[in-house]
């Protein structure tokens, strides 16, 4: 659930100190421009938004193919702290070229956000997808009633809490846990240790500790929320997830320390047992970014990218060209499956329309 090494054991004491502030963004909204895929050489329109919700603004950034049909949106919902998923990665970009709109939503307090999400628990990060569902119902370019709530780590215990909603769908959870908030931050512990050599036993007496010193340390939340931990220490996802009627798409990383499928494949299937439309798959290689790897340890990341994105038609004097060449979601290479399983899922749901390489032999 975190992005850099610095973050691997993000529920220990670093992460419990304040955060330091995130400078607003003032060129947040921007209206549509047209960009020109350097990976593919389509274009697709890019546009900067702000989704209200309650008193409060949160940015988020729409991508859609570059013509004006009403299309299918996917809202991608990120994982904890400040980390916000890719609005222009490999994925985004690749359903755009399918003729789906993709809207990257932010979080409170994070770039030119407002609000504070560390003041929220589940259940009003659910209320802020909610928010962004009734940003695309608004829209005339955008068929609202065809949203798919792409849920990555964290944000795979936020959006099954907006399946009730009728414009959703179908449902993607993208290394989300099926674990309680407690047990997932002890599998963690667990799988780190153990991926970095220390062995079973003293693994498991590593991850008791945590557990031991965290219920210590969060022991007064009953009284005063002191730590966003106290808001969604105990949430458990096997009722929201048990309640899903739509379709469902869990993706879990064989090398993911974070969410490990050892913990949450079980779990997750029996949560999903009663939904004929869920499908449940475990990545070969993949880490919690689903990024092809060894260890799936975050220290690895690194040394997991390309120097450059290999894009056949950038343009070396173009600079959006020049900023997705070098971005690491562009450079990185992803686990085999991954894009395809989303995309076979999309389809068999009549969300996108089939590929028409699919008819060929």
Same mark, same amino acid.
């Given at each position: 659930?975190?992005?850099?090494?610095?973050?691997?054991?993000?529920?220990?004491?670093? $992460?419990?100190?304040?955060?330091?502030?995130?400078?607003?963004?003032?060129?947040?909204?921007?209206?549509?421009?047209?960009?020109?895929?350097?990976?593919?050489?389509?274009?697709?329109?890019?546009?900067?938004?702000?989704?209200?919700?309650?008193?409060?603004?949160?940015? %988020?950034?729409?991508?859609?193919?570059?013509?004006?049909?009403?299309?299918?949106?996917?809202?991608?919902?990120?994982?904890?702290?400040?980390?916000?998923?890719?609005?222009?990665?490999?994925?985004?970009?690749?359903?755009?070229?399918?003729?789906?709109?993709?809207?990257?939503?932010?979080?409170?307090?994070?770039?030119?956000?407002?609000?504070?999400?560390?003041?929220?628990?589940?259940?009003?990060?659910?209320?802020?997808?909610?928010?962004?569902?009734?940003?695309?119902?608004?829209?005339?370019?955008?068929?609202?009633?065809?949203?798919?709530?792409?849920?990555?780590?964290?944000?795979?215990?936020?959006?099954?809490?907006?399946?009730?909603?009728?414009?959703?769908?179908?449902?993607?959870?993208?290394?989300?846990?099926?674990?309680?908030?407690?047990?997932?931050?002890?599998?963690?512990?667990?799988?780190?240790?153990?991926?970095?050599?220390?062995?079973?036993?003293?693994?498991?007496?590593?991850?008791?500790?945590?557990?031991?010193?965290?219920?210590?340390?969060?022991?007064?939340?009953?009284?005063?929320?002191?730590?966003?931990? $106290?808001?969604?220490?105990?949430?458990?996802?096997?009722?929201?997830?048990?309640?899903?009627?739509?379709?469902?798409?869990?993706?879990?990383?064989?090398?993911?320390?974070?969410?490990?499928?050892?913990?949450?494949?079980?779990?997750?299937?029996?949560?999903?047992?009663?939904?004929?439309?869920?499908?449940?798959?475990?990545?070969?290689?993949?880490?919690?970014?689903?990024?092809?790897?060894?260890?799936?340890?975050?220290?690895?990341?690194?040394?997991?990218?390309?120097?450059? %994105?290999?894009?056949?038609?950038?343009?070396?004097?173009?600079?959006?060209?020049?900023?997705?060449?070098?971005?690491?979601?562009?450079?990185?290479?992803?686990?085999?499956?991954?894009?395809?399983?989303?995309?076979?899922?999309?389809?068999?749901?009549?969300?996108?329309?089939?590929?028409?390489?699919?008819?060929?032999?």
């Amino acid at each position: 659930m975190h992005r850099t090494t610095s973050r691997r054991l993000c529920f220990l004491l670093p $992460c419990l100190l304040p955060l330091a502030a995130v400078a607003a963004q003032p060129d947040w909204p921007q209206p549509a421009r047209r960009i020109v895929d350097p990976e593919s050489g389509q274009p697709y329109r890019l546009e900067r938004v702000f989704v209200p919700s309650g008193p409060h603004r949160i940015a %988020a950034t729409l991508l859609r193919p570059d013509d004006d049909a009403r299309v299918p949106v996917l809202v991608s919902v990120s994982g904890s702290r400040d980390g916000i998923s890719p609005a222009e990665g490999p994925l985004q970009r690749r359903l755009v070229r399918r003729g789906m709109a993709v809207l990257t939503l932010g979080k409170k307090g994070v770039g030119a956000s407002t609000g504070d999400w560390r003041k929220e628990d589940f259940a009003d990060r659910a209320d802020n997808v909610r928010a962004a569902l009734d940003w695309v119902a608004a829209r005339p370019d955008l068929d609202g009633s065809r949203s798919v709530l792409y849920g990555h780590s964290q944000g795979g215990y936020v959006v099954p809490l907006v399946a009730d909603d009728p414009r959703v769908a179908a449902l993607i959870l993208a290394a989300g846990p099926a674990e309680p908030v407690h047990a997932q931050i002890a599998s963690e512990r667990f799988e780190t240790l153990r991926r970095n050599g220390t062995p079973e036993a003293r693994a498991r007496a590593g991850a008791r500790r945590q557990a031991r010193w965290l219920r210590a340390l969060l022991s007064g939340c009953g009284l005063v929320p002191y730590h966003y931990l $106290c808001r969604v220490y105990r949430h458990d996802p096997v009722p929201a997830l048990s309640a899903v009627r739509q379709p469902v798409l869990a993706l879990l990383g064989e090398n993911d320390p974070l969410v490990p499928p050892a913990a949450n494949l079980a779990p997750m299937q029996a949560a999903l047992a009663a939904n004929p439309g869920a499908e449940i798959r475990v990545l070969e290689r993949s880490n919690h970014l689903f990024w092809e790897s060894t260890s799936g340890l975050p220290e690895e990341y690194p040394r997991l990218l390309q120097d450059d %994105a290999p894009f056949p038609h950038a343009d070396a004097d173009d600079p959006d060209h020049e900023r997705l060449r070098r971005w690491p979601y562009n450079r990185a290479r992803f686990a085999p499956g991954y894009f395809e399983a989303i995309e076979r899922f999309l389809e068999r749901h009549l969300i996108l329309a089939r590929a028409p390489t699919d008819a060929t032999p």
